[in-house]
Structure formats: structure tokens, C-alpha cells
């Protein structure tokens, strides 16, 4: 399973665009990429899956190059509340399993 | 989004017994489930895949006789840990994914365990 790289923390105020950046340099060829929202005391949550170029949602944007080596997701005009633990993931689907790497704590600030 | 339940939300039990912990699916079916454990200011930790109508597969270094999992129906998966010990205590998560092989995977709210 390939392995992804975070940045620990990040921190950023109300209103800003944040992204964040996620490293998978050995990632397979059938993998997909897909982060989730942690909220303490809370399971994840879902936010935005992608195999390569962009995807967008109501709520997000992920970029993803050409190599697939990298991933970022993009959250446009953060609040407060999107204070929370973000995990990028990277595997296969149809019931392959998902093992999370350390995640990003964003800490949004008025 | 798909809606996956477990329950109880939290338990207390007293060191020396055991606690069940059930993951439902609601609205999809399952074959594969997943149960993760998640210490304060960690990550989720994958204990072990459950499958419908077979054994589980456990992680590396979970011990399969303390956390029995059963996966009965194609929408329940049971986690019992067995004699908990205070150690035990922590956040238990399980994840399912639609058994038509939809690309995302959904996850209970947790079960906070509290050993004493």
C-alpha cells in the first residue's frame, strides 16, 4: 500500500483558501486518491476522491499531476468550523483496505 | 452519503469483562468491513478487515482471541474485546464499503471504550 507524506499542522484564518499538500511517491497504477475529515471524538468524513487532473465538490478541490506522485486538496474561504484533522488516503478500491497515514490538523482563526 | 451506525456511542466496563461493539451499514450492503482504533492524538490504526461469511484478517500485532469479530450479514459486523483491560481503553471506528464497489468508504461515528 502506498504510503502518504502530511504536513503535521497547518494553520490559517477565516475566509483564507487552504491547501493542502499530500505526498504518494509509490503510488499504484490502479490507486485512487481520497481525503477525509476527522473531527475530534467523530468518525471520517468524506470530502473528495480523484484519480488524476481536478476534481471539485460543493465543498473542496483536488489537484492532482500528471505523475499521481502528489495530491492536494484545496478548501476555498475556511471557517472555524473546518477545524478538524484532514487524511489523505491511497488505494484501490472495490474493498481494498484504507490505512491512514498521520493527517494534517488544520487550525482555522478568526 | 451512505450511513454507517455503531453502536454503543460509548461503554464503560470494568477491567476482566467484555464489551461487543456493533457496526451497522443502513442503507448498502457490505461484504468487507474495517475496524480501527484510534489512541488520543493519533491516527486511526487499522485493526482488521471483517468479511461476510469468513474469518477476519488481523493486522499485524492485534491479537485475534482478544478482539473477536464476527461478520454475519452483509450490514453487521460485531468487534468484542475480550477481557478489557484499562490499556484497552480507546476509540474504536469501523468503515464499510458498498458491496457494488462504489469508490469511497463510509465510517461509523465511533465507540469511545473506557476501561476502569
Known amino acids: 500500500l502506498a504510503k502518504t507524506t502530511q504536513p503535521i499542522s497547518m494553520d490559517s484564518y477565516e475566509g483564507q483558501e487552504v491547501n493542502i499538500t499530500c505526498s504518494h511517491n509509490?503510488?499504484?497504477?490502479?490507486?485512487?486518491i481520497t481525503w477525509y475529515q476527522q473531527f475530534p471524538s467523530q468518525g471520517p468524513r468524506f470530502i473528495i476522491q480523484?484519480?488524476?487532473t481536478k476534481v471539485t465538490n460543493e465543498v473542496a478541490s483536488l489537484f492532482i499531476p500528471a505523475d499521481r506522485k502528489s495530491s492536494t486538496l484545496s478548501l476555498p474561504r475556511v471557517s472555524l468550523s473546518d477545524t478538524a484533522v484532514y487524511y489523505c488516503?491511497?488505494?484501490?478500491?472495490?474493498?481494498?483496505?484504507?490505512?491512514f497515514g498521520q493527517g494534517t490538523e488544520l487550525s482555522v482563526k478568526p | 452519503g451512505a450511513v454507517v451506525s455503531q453502536h454503543p456511542s460509548w461503554v464503560i466496563c470494568k477491567s476482566g469483562t467484555s464489551v461487543k461493539i456493533e457496526c451497522r451499514s443502513l442503507d448498502f450492503q457490505a461484504t468487507t468491513m474495517f475496524w480501527y482504533r484510534q489512541f488520543p492524538k493519533q491516527s486511526l490504526m487499522l485493526m482488521a478487515t471483517?468479511?461476510?461469511?469468513?474469518?477476519?484478517?488481523?493486522e499485524q500485532g492485534v491479537e485475534k482471541d482478544k478482539f473477536l469479530i464476527n461478520h454475519a450479514s452483509l450490514t453487521l459486523s460485531t468487534l468484542t474485546v475480550t477481557s478489557a483491560h484499562p490499556e484497552d481503553s480507546s476509540f474504536y471506528i469501523c468503515?464499510?464499503?458498498?458491496?457494488?464497489?462504489?469508490?469511497?468508504?463510509?465510517f461509523g461515528q465511533g465507540t469511545r471504550l473506557t476501561v476502569v
Open positions: 509509490n503510488i499504484a497504477t490502479n490507486d485512487y
Open positions: 471483517s468479511n461476510e461469511g469468513s474469518k477476519a484478517t488481523y
Open positions: 488516503l491511497v488505494g484501490a478500491n472495490q474493498g481494498g483496505k484504507l490505512i
Open positions: 468503515s464499510a464499503r458498498d458491496i457494488r464497489g462504489e469508490t469511497e468508504a463510509f
Open positions: 480523484g484519480y488524476k
